[in-house]
């Protein structure tokens, strides 16, 4: 293949393009048949680069030819037949007609066109330094006992004074301290690079998708924004490859009459993750431009050591606030779900969260009353209300340190004893339950301005084993458990409505906290879909009026139905009638009493549901 050379051009003074090229390249201005500045145009044995568009006559349509002579030089020929070629600012030029060699990197100009020259091969080793050893990622250290800090050198070239230091502590604080906010921070970091080191350009780069990408640019009062050069690529890629820091001197072939293409010298250190990857780079570089007072030219090593160590401060801060963002994230997603206390638990501890067999206690509420209310107040309104209510319903779980698993519809899931055991779990998410009953009045209350009747609860609570862990997708967090568990919560909770009562427990549940709280028994009862009989009972209200005789002449009847003394059952149950006529468990177990004296065959002990 042949040599290659790479253009960076500039007009009055601003960059404009770049391009790369093999083997012979001619430059000139647009023919009126062909396209704008800039594109390219292949020839036999050529490539044209329109570099003026028609109306730059100060540009001949056929001006120079650039030819590569090896990997690090290229002769010049003016193609032109009455316009010089000017390669430097004191005269020197290359004449129509005429051919000069020059050793890479070099400039020329094209009327108001400003052209450096780069070999596309590595550039020669001598005007790129490294800093030390590859930088080390965040939260990494040397060796212990490997550490060892060189004296200042205060009296030789290129040395920081103690002052120089004192100043740079005080400057990087300033930049740490400004990580609450990643604009700010990285803006300071860049203003850091012009203010403290000297530098003209100070920039903050990127390194995502495989492409570099500036977030930050900072530049001297002396520099205008068309002054502003682009970032070496061969600097960038010693920095991405080799994981260090570099910093470039001035081409040896630079001299004061080049005063027009900017040379400058750079220095780049790479920005790392946790895991060593480079992310981005502190870049910056220096103009050595006769237009310039300066007091110095080249970047020093020391100077290099100051932008090195600010990148790793740098890379510290962004490790720091991606820690915080998670941190914060993880707190908003689990507050939503678990109370305050529980989810910094789990910031802390994530593994709690991952998939186990866990015996958990769930609560499944459902709003009687919804399709009436929604139609009553229409759309709006109607998310105003469901928010309200399950807010107040939210509020009693979390109150009592249950997780809430989620929302579907008009119906609210939570549970207990994940991730955290808790060996109260069903005498939790009970006391739960009865706040959720006592709420209701309050939140009818808000709303009895816009509803005529308003809604009621039915709430099924069952105890079990259950696979328990993030049920969801990576695009939405949903933990929660899975299981014939939750199966037969569900179950419970629509079997208040068989029963015409609000709250329904489970025998495994009423077994964790017998005694603790207001409960009858109702019976044992088969559920659509799940075959295992299971024994329930009804959990009162606070303040639930006349309890315990309805208790009693309830349990007195059952007891009699179930060892099949239908006499005793009915009897009890007429009484109880009289002074508990809307009590609709004993209203269920009269019907299912009577049908069994007109037709034997259909007694069963187990009341099995018609419907889920």
């Keep these: ?51 003026a568009s028609h109306l730059e006559d100060s540009v001949s349509r056929h001006h120079v030819k650039l030819i590569p002579v090896g990997d690090y030089a290229v002769r010049i020929e003016n193609i032109s037949p009455a316009v010089p070629v000017r390669i430097s600012d004191d005269g020197q030029q290359v004449g129509p007609g005429e051919k000069k060699e020059f050793n890479l990197p070099w400039v020329f ?32 250290g040397p060796p212990s006992g490997s550490v060892k800090f060189p004296s200042l050198n205060i009296n030789q070239q290129g040395s920081l004074s103690p002052e120089a230091v004192i100043r740079w502590l005080k400057t990087m604080q300033g930049v740490l301290q400004a990580a609450a ?30 492409v570099w990408k500036i977030d930050a640019t900072k530049t001297s009062p002396r520099m205008t924004v068309d002054q502003v050069l682009p970032p070496s690529r061969s600097v960038l890629r010693r920095v991405l490859e080799e994981r260090a820091t570099f910093f470039e001197l001035p081409e040896s072939g630079w001299t004061e009459g080049q ?15 946790r895991a060593g990857e480079v992310i981005g780079a502190l870049y910056g570089d220096r103009n050595i431009d006769s237009s310039f007072t300066r007091v110095s030219g080249p970047i020093s090593e020391a100077e290099a050591m100051l932008v090195e160590v600010m990148a790793d401060g740098v890379a510290a801060g962004l490790e720091r606030m991606k820690q915080e963002k998670k941190a914060i994230e993880a707190s908003v997603l689990f507050e939503q779900f678990f109370t305050p206390e529980l989810a910094k638990e789990l910031i802390a501890r994530p593994d709690m969260l991952q998939s186990r067999e866990q015996e958990v206690t769930l609560l499944f509420a459902d709003i009687r009353g919804f399709s009436r209310i929604s139609e009553q107040l229409g759309p709006q309104a109607t998310m105003d209300w469901i928010n309200d209510v399950m807010g107040g319903l939210s509020d009693c779980v979390l109150a009592h340190n249950g997780v809430l698993v989620d929302y579907i519809g008009d119906e609210l899931m939570a549970m207990w004893g994940a991730p955290q055991d808790q060996p109260d779990q069903a005498l939790l998410a009970c006391r739960a339950a009865i706040d959720m009953i006592d709420v209701i009045p309050k939140l009818n209350d808000r709303w009895k301005t816009r509803i005529d009747k308003g809604f009621d609860l039915g709430i099924g609570i069952n105890t079990g084993t259950a696979r328990v862990g993030n049920t969801g997708t990576k695009l939405k967090f949903k933990y929660g458990p899975l299981g014939n568990t939750v199966n037969m919560a569900s179950r419970l909770q629509n079997a208040t409505k068989q029963f015409k009562t609000r709250v329904l427990v489970s025998g495994a549940s009423h077994t964790k906290f017998q005694g603790q709280l207001p409960t009858r028994r109702l019976g044992w009862i088969r559920v659509v879909g799940i075959d295992k009989e299971i024994e329930v009972f009804e959990l009162a209200a606070s303040g639930t009026a006349n309890w315990d005789p309805l208790r009693k002449g309830y349990e007195q009847a059952l007891e009699a139905f179930e060892v099949e003394n239908l006499a005793q059952a009915a009897r009890t149950l007429g009484i109880l009638q009289l002074e508990f006529p809307n009590d609709g468990p004993s209203l269920i177990l009269l019907s299912r009493v009577v049908n069994a004296k007109v037709d034997p065959s259909t007694y069963d002990r187990v009341w099995t549901l018609p419907t889920k």
């Design 1 to 51: 293949m042949s040599a290659g050379i790479r253009l960076k051009i500039f007009d009055a003074g601003g960059f404009v393009a770049e391009e790369e090229f093999q083997g012979v390249v001619e430059l000139g201005r647009q023919d009126r048949n062909e396209p704008g500045p800039f594109n390219r145009i292949s020839k036999d044995d050529h490539t044209r680069l329109i570099i």
């Design 181 to 210: 906010g990643t604009s700010e921070f990285l803006e300071r970091a860049a203003m850091a690079l012009v203010d403290l080191v000297g530098l003209d350009t100070g920039r903050v780069l990127r390194y995502e998708d495989r």
């Design 109 to 140: 100009t094209l009327g108001r066109k400003t052209i450096r020259i780069h070999p596309l091969a590595a550039e020669p080793e001598k005007t790129l330094q490294k800093l030390g050893s590859a930088t080390l990622p965040p939260g990494s």
């Design 259 to 273: 005063s027009l293409a900017r040379v400058s010298a750079v220095v780049a250190a790479p920005i790392l993750n």
